[in-house]
């Protein structure tokens, strides 16, 4: 089918996506760039690594060149969700080390612009090389369209949101959380196409499409609470000192801090990720020794006497 017309259809799911990572993080700016920069990573390199992964995979295990039925599914059911779950984590884990991934969410976020960007350039590929006709072409267009780039999104927003929890854990566990998200993203890709594997057995990718939506809603509201408690418990000190009102703690620790009217307008943004940073600042200094917890005890200081410049100045 014609490339413009393959270009436009793997688009299409992009604006709903993105609207729901822009009501996560509307208005910060700097965040918005940094989701655009995962996005075109998986638009762009983890294709790459992707589909150079699973060309070293067919050709280290011998099933390069053959066509065999066996050889598609082992393709599809383990080369291709080991080395795509990898190439589009493998940006997740260097974008960790940067202040804009500074609490549990972002991990979600970051990681399902990086499956979004992943699924829209696949499916574009797909349309192109598997629509051969007008009626197959169409059929590839809803099937992945609708679920194929859903599913890159839950899968790699799983990860990130492993690896986030990871940043602000200790002990043992820290090194737990990235192998057991990474796993449990490999294994809900391979699970996905083994639904889309046995030919006419439609119902159970939609069945399987319906758990994955759940998985999406739980594993995006899951870091929500779990960041929520977080800013609460942490902040309560700061509001116990007065540097911060106690009536922000509520406010800051949900959507209620992106309304307008709470706080002086020209302080909003830059007051509500300072304090957000604060808060995990003093989580993770809690549960960190050594030299670490003097450099996030430095932190802390910082993003304190920022939180209170603000609130002094805008009184």
């Keep these: 089918m014609a490339i413009t017309a393959s270009f436009f259809a793997a688009i299409i799911p992009v604006p709903l996506y993105l609207s729901i990572i822009w009501l996560t993080i509307k208005n910060e700016k700097g965040q918005l760039k940094f989701v655009a920069i995962h996005f075109m990573w998986g638009a762009i390199g983890a294709i790459i690594l992707g589909i150079s992964g699973s060309f070293i995979l067919t050709f280290l295990t011998g099933f390069m060149g053959n066509t ?43 990681g399902s612009a990086i499956g979004l960007g992943f699924g829209v350039t696949e499916n574009f590929i797909y349309y192109i090389v598997f629509g051969i006709n007008l009626r197959s072409w169409l059929y590839i267009v809803v099937v992945r369209t609708l679920f194929s780039g859903l599913m890159h999104c839950i899968a790699t927003g799983t990860f990130g949101s492993y690896l986030a929890k990871a940043k602000f854990s200790t002990g043992l566990i820290k090194y737990m959380l990235p192998f057991t998200g990474l796993a449990l993203a490999m294994s809900l890709h391979s699970i996905w196409n083994i639904s889309v594997s046995f030919g006419g057995n439609y119902f159970n990718s939609f069945l399987f499409m319906a758990v994955l939506v759940v998985f999406f809603i739980i594993g995006y509201k899951l870091p929500l609470i779990y960041e929520q408690k977080i800013i609460e418990k942490e902040l309560l000190e700061e509001s116990s000192l007065g540097i911060i009102p106690k009536f922000h703690l509520v406010i800051l620790s949900s959507n209620l801090r992106f309304r307008k009217g709470w ?31 003097d450099l996030i005890g430095i932190e802390i200081e910082k993003n304190r006497e920022v939180v209170r410049s603000l609130l002094s100045n805008n009184i």
């Excluded at 066996?70 to 779950?85: D, K, M, T, W, Y």
């Excluded at 997740?92 to 970051?110: A, E, H, R």
């Design 68 to 110: 065999s039925y066996f050889s598609r599914l082992v393709g599809s059911i383990i080369f291709a969700p080991f080395s795509e779950e990898l190439s589009k984590g493998f940006f997740l884990l260097y974008s960790i080390n940067s202040k804009q991934f500074d609490n549990v969410i972002d991990g979600f976020i970051y």
């Design 263 to 293: 706080i002086f307008e020209n302080i909003r943004n830059k007051y509500s990720r300072y304090a957000i940073r604060l808060a995990f600042n003093k989580y993770q200094f809690r549960k960190c020794s050594g030299d670490m917890k």
